[in-house]
C-alpha cells in the first residue's frame, strides 16, 4: 500500500509525464507542417513513449492500493522559434523530468517504501538514456549548422528507423 505522499507525488508524476506526451505531440505537428518529417517522426515516437510513462505510472499507483487521478493538462506552445531551439526546449524539459522522478525516489526513501524505490529505477535509467539520446541530436544541430537541417531531418528519421 503507498503512503499518501508517495501516491501523491506519482500522482503529480501522472501530470508531467502525460504533459510531456502532449508537449512532443504539439512540437511534431508543428515540425511536421514545416515538412521536417523525420524530426517530426522522432518527436511523435517520444510522444508515444511519453503516454507510455504516464501509462505505467497510473497501473503501478492502482495496483499498490492507491488512487491514479487524470488531471487536466496545460495547453502545449503551438509555435516553435527553430529546430535548434525545439531540442534545447526538449533537452531542458527533460532535465526537469529528471529532476522530477529524483523527488519520487527521495519521497520513495524516506517514506521507507522499498518496492517504489526499486520500481522507480527503470526511470531513472529511462531518465539517462532520453538526455542522451536528445544531447545527441543537438550535437549533431551544431555541426550541421543552421543549412543542414534536411540532412539532419533524414539523419534523425534513420536514428528512429534504427530504435
Ligand atoms: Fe522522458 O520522460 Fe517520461 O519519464
Known sequence: MLTKKVEEICNRQIEREGY???????????????????????????????????????KYVNERGGNAVVPEFKKPPVKYKGIPELFAEVLKHEQYITASINEVLETAVTEKDHA????????????????????????????????????????????????
Open 20 to 58: 510531456s506526451s502532449n508537449l512532443y505531440l504539439a512540437m511534431a505537428s508543428w515540425a511536421e507542417t514545416k515538412g521536417m518529417a523525420g524530426i517530426a517522426a522522432w518527436l511523435f515516437a517520444q510522444s508515444d513513449e511519453e503516454r507510455m510513462h504516464t501509462l505505467k505510472f497510473i
Open 116 to 163: 517504489t524505490t526499486n520500481w522507480i529505477q527503470w526511470f531513472v535509467k529511462e531518465q539517462m538514456e532520453e538526455e542522451n539520446s536528445v544531447q545527441q541530436i543537438i550535437d549533431k544541430l551544431q555541426l550541421a549548422g543552421q543549412h543542414g537541417d534536411y540532412f539532419l531531418d533524414r539523419d534523425i528519421m534513420r536514428l528512429r528507423d534504427a530504435k
